[in-house]
């Protein structure tokens, strides 16, 4: 067993570092050893058996620096292991991916010598992240210096010093040579050419990579659409009527890019290794409390907290509470019809070249305040479904996208709907529209990328010259970048990113027959889109820890509803138009009936579309299905093995 | 090794009998060894290892009885480790359902002794057919003394013989004693009750407990439908205004019905060991041709043949085909509606009670005709669908099923239909709707249960008689079950029992707000229909091989489809009817936007409900859990230990 401190007093340790713990500066000494200890211990005695060493950053005359920053690393062969036990899933022999055993190691692909080359950095912290987490007090009764911080056997000692505020943040390190490589084909090349999605699977796991490749794949999706849009901007602007056409293409185009995209981001985890990957067990979220009791599945003892409590809080607070945000969001859209109605009075008065430009004002005042509500309860979602104490991050993530993407929609469509089915007026839904995409893409870009990209740059100046100032000449790069990092912004997760994405497809897909320049706009947003997060992920923020994920999850189902709500929208759209009318001189009544029968046919036919196309390609099915059946083969060989076994020893 | 003919020929095998083999009379004696031996050689040899004795029934006077009848039994051990092979789930120690393995054998909670009462009758039935089915041909090039009959390695030997017309059939054997248990307590107490699921999934498997659960649950289910229907039949006959509440009842009724089917039969599943169980690997169907390739799945060489073809197929012959009978109903339709006209203007002209009488009979004939078409069509569909050539049987289930359904649901609905929405003549709908319902029920009842039953028991008789006068008073209970098994239709599945209740379904649910008795005749229909089912099921057919089934698979989907027309038909005749045409007096445009607004609506509602009520009921996702965590554990446990070991190793 190691001795009480044995924490290296070197400035530079001695194995590479993969992960940066921070702890809390007043943390107590024996919890600091205690926690170190249990790091290193052999995985028998239910450590995790890593590598860890205390980084002590210089003091500094201004502000006082935290000494409790901590490196983790790892043995080769523990990295190994762990990979078996996170059940990560690699190229094999034949091609097939399969699950990595170290027992087999030899046998997959990428192996060579004592497979020194065989993780990515980014699987690296993955398995030092699980292997953290599942760090579990054995008997323990409460923290070692704080009798207050209760411990049982099997909690994970990381997620309960998280929860206290002990531990304030961990997080992989950047690979600073990778690093380069990967901005360089990224978005430092001028030629146009495709992401680098493996490198960047690589370098910031599975979860990212699907996104980029969303965002490439939807934005090579819009290019057809933009490329029809622009002849009807050019040459038909005022002439909506032959937008009929455009809008029938945009329905087919909407259900057969989704269900593409489905089997593209299969061929993709595939590929990753993360399709037929086995979910792990969930554990409590962090924030999670409740009174102890038994987990009915693991038989642990864990925090139990009655879900009838949590319906409650659900049903008497936060439904309330997002129905008093949507009556807000209805209310200043009311104020903005009447700031609108004003501009065009003032203009009808007066109409001269200012009045024209006071036109487009109250849009551009309603986008910036639409933005500052959206951002703002998006705080409040995060706070109410955090209270809601859900068990588990996915349950949780699950209401909060739920409570956001129904505010968000509300808030940004409601009064694109408003204008074109109560009000009917065309050029106005028109003007609405553009300057609502315009202003937000704007916006979007300067706050999620710029704005953090300049407040970064602000602070490394500071640190370097701090840094050089205290240390003089020697070389410090470790140091300096463990500095850096600590202080750089956690970069959230891809739920802004995506649902930035689905705002643009309900731009582009719910009133595309009145607009068709959307597409256009939505494809020179996304371009820039794909560089700006390129650099924010590289420059702005901390590494994130890598995310295996098989699929956009719960996005793909909100393209989808958005989707079906753009086949009503835009049916009714057409309905209005005046060419279809002059179909039906007499009836209005026929009309409507025909338009509903179209709107039930596309959308019976959507459905079976979706169920029609196979979401996963042949190729990979034929794959996924070898591999099964070849374990059950394995299965029924062994077996008989086994009974012939048992049968021999019975003859002897 | 066994010697060519060992085939016993005492009367009365020395051995349980569980599945009779029936080959052709003009078999040659040297594939009948040749068989024989692959079913009773070691698994080790590639053989079966089963026990296969010869019925020789007794020659008879007037007609030639085929010798080569052959039943075969198993030893108990063999059985335990076939239910291993199958994958078999069984109630554990602790309450849970697992995998069945021979070692862990005396920790499940039925295993008594030698766990001679362990598997259910059925269970060691479809272990023998599995086993019977996976045998394998080795390095035989063709069948002994067939040198056209080619096998190839890994060719299922029964499939082959069974697709060339040499092996006829092969059934599992009644148990007279159980037969009698379960039909005491299925049918024929006179006390209503519960039917003994239980007991009928013990004897017929699992695919047939689930279709008796569920006809069972969809009665009761309808009763609380049939009891508000009584009351609107009796006092309101001409009053079909009312029937507003009645249909957004029935709308509600029929979604959340179908939810928490799903619910239930997950936990029939769950006990009877099927929800987790995985599915085996899918054996190409018997009746499959191609030319010989090599499988990219198992990399065995099997028949393959191009998907583009059958695409031809299915394109160019079946879907014009299903078209042509589509336009046949149709046609037919219109002749029901001249001769709905013809009786109409007989009974104006002279409205006595013979005319009276006449009015109905055309919609009789129609009804006869439809069952008569139907009937026609199913075995059409069998045979295009058969000649599509489809490699596994599931594929050539859906394909057909939804040949089936397609034209079934136009064939009975289509004049309903045109009744309701083109001559809006609610009256004559309502009319139309019973008699559709007494007549193809009645005609149902007779050609499913009575009319077998009454040829089924003229041949019982004459085989009887046979008998006696042969063998004079010896006992042959086993020659004579055979004897008569054999010569018993043979009960081609679920299939038509689900089509019954989904048309039923349909009359039920599509025009419930004109007709609100037809639930009342729908369950008088199905408490006739449990007897009968139970009946044939037990007297009329052989007894079916068990199917594993977890649940009632793409009827789900079918009942599902047709709840969601249910929503669309049910607000249209809403937005027929007066009284709410009463509401919008000046604008008829005004009422079709609200009916179409409520419309999406429940559309919408029902799919939010359908996401929200989970599948499974949390105790036995609890459950599901619980076993996954646990396996994940062991192997998590399993791994430390070898990490351990492999360590120990090395120090020495």
Redesign the interface.
Known sequence: MHLGMSVSDSDVSSFTPLVVLELADDTKAEAITWLLNRIRDK??NGGAELLVDQVLLPVQDDQKSNPNVFVVGSTLQRLL?GA??VGLFKEFQDGTMRGFT??NRESFRDFEGDGQAFLSDAECQYIIKHELDTLRAKNEEHVPGYPKLKLYPGKSVVRRLQSKGILIQYFPLHNKEDLKRLSFSWYKKIKLSFQPLDDIRCYFGEGLALYFGFLEYFTFALVPMALIGIPYYLFDWEDYDKYVLFAVFNLVWSTVFLEVWKRCSATLAYGWGTLSRKK??EEPRPGFHGALGFN???GREEPVYPSSKRQLRIYLVSVPFVLLCLYLSFYVMMVYFDMENWAISIYTENPNFASGILMFVPSIIYAVVIEIMNLLYRYAAEFLTNWENHRLESSFQNHLVLKVLVFNFVNCFASLFYIAFVMQDMVLLRQSLATLLITSQILNQVMEAFLPYWLQRRRNKKVHKRMRRLMGDKELPLLEQVQLETDMNTYLGTFDDYLEQFLLFGYVSLFSCVYPLAAVLVVLNNITEVYSDAFKMCHVFKRPFSEPAANIGVWQLAFETMSVIAV?TNCALIGLSPQVNAYFPES??QL??VV?AIE?VLLAFKFILAFVIPDVPKRIQ?KL??L??DS?EAL?KR??L???ETRNTWNK
Request: glycine share 0%; proline share 3%.
């Open positions: 995985q028998q292991n078996e036990d170290y027992a792990a067990f009915p599945v693991t009503v209005e009544t409507i009936l509903v039930h034929v299905d070898k099964e059946f059950l029924k077996k008989i086994e009974v012939a």
